[in-house]
């Protein structure tokens, strides 16, 4: 892999993705203004934008014209934004910092900060129906989409992830709960994100298969170099502080396995991964190389 050319690859579609968003975005709001505001500020607070760059590659790996599903792509990081949101409210996770910046309810207060997740999450589905959508993608295959992402961030994926998390911290746990843990809480919207791109693609359903596959190892490698960014990483380039997960007796990967016991488990699951690639052959070299990326990211 060349480091340089995934990077470029990964700037340019995040360009793309930060201008649907200013397009997409309500404008106005008149006495309601205030909740626009900071949706807006967390939603432009920066971000790797990987969920709806996820979409897109999906999607590409069938049909050429990405652009044609950019409001889908926006929904998938608005509901993104609106999580980190409310997870760092004082009564979640607790945090001051996202994305370099105070957090939402730090930066407004913390019923602004409700709100404006709960209008994020709205909005993502106003934007799964939206026109520019619909004139131009089956709309079959967008509310088979929009089914596969209700699925992984509703009560039996990210929420349900997130309410064991919260009821894990500061106890003994198991790998097999943490294991459930993650594939709720990150897994399945990340491995939602590659595969409703390929489905609003009308995609074979033997590729939506093999995605899915991959799609569950990367989600799992990103959250366990996530934790481990947590005690590696460094302030700056994450944008948040780190060893949080250590403060609150977060249940992780380190916490359990050990520094090195995670980065060897992390090099086995890119290796599965890149294996469950295999049969899309050249086609997904880029998927290929975003693996490798991510695996040794550094924020
Ligand atoms: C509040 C329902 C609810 C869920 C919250 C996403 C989440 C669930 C919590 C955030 C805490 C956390 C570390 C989750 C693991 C997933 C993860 C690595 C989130 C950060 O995503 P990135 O790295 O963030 O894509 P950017 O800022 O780049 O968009």
Not at 46 to 69: A, Q
Not at 274 to 279: D, F, H, Q, V, Y
Request: glycine share 8%.
């Amino acid at each position: 892999m060349i480091i340089s050319e995934i990077k470029s690859f990964l700037e340019e579609k995040r360009s793309i993705v930060e201008r649907a968003l200013d397009q997409y975005f309500p404008k106005g709001g008149k006495y309601g203004k205030r909740v626009l505001d900071a949706s807006l500020y967390s939603l432009k607070a920066g971000g790797k934008r990987i969920r709806p760059i996820l979409c897109l590659m999906g999607y590409e790996l069938y049909k050429p014209n990405s652009e044609d599903i950019l409001p889908f792509a926006c929904g998938l990081e608005c509901i993104h934004t609106y999580s980190l949101i409310h997870d760092d409210l004082p009564s979640m996770d607790d945090d001051d910092l996202r994305r370099g910046k105070p957090s939402c309810h730090k930066a407004f207060d913390e019923a602004t900060a409700i709100l404006a997740g709960d209008g994020l999450l709205t909005l993502a589905f106003e934007l799964f129906t939206h026109q520019d959508l619909i004139k131009r993608v089956n709309p079959s295959a967008v509310i088979q989409a929009i089914n596969k992402v209700a699925k992984a961030v509703g009560l039996k994926g990210m929420v349900g992830g997130q309410m064991a998390d919260l009821l894990a911290e500061g106890k003994r746990g198991s790998l097999k709960k943490l294991h459930w843990i993650h594939k709720h809480k990150t897994v399945a919207f990340i491995e939602a994100s590659l595969v409703s791109g390929a489905i609003l693609a009308s995609a074979p359903k033997d590729e939506i298969n093999i995605l899915s596959r991959f799609g569950n190892k990367l989600g799992l490698i990103f959250q366990i170099v996530d934790d481990l960014l947590d005690l590696l990483g460094d302030e700056k380039t994450l944008g948040k502080p780190i060893k949080s997960d250590l403060k609150r007796q977060k249940l992780t990967y380190p916490s359990i396995l050990g520094i090195e016991e995670t980065k060897r488990i992390t090099k086995e699951l890119t290796n599965e991964a890149l294996t469950n690639l295999e049969p899309l052959g050249e086609r997904a070299k880029l998927l290929k190389d975003l693996t490798l990326y991510l695996s040794e990211r550094m924020n």
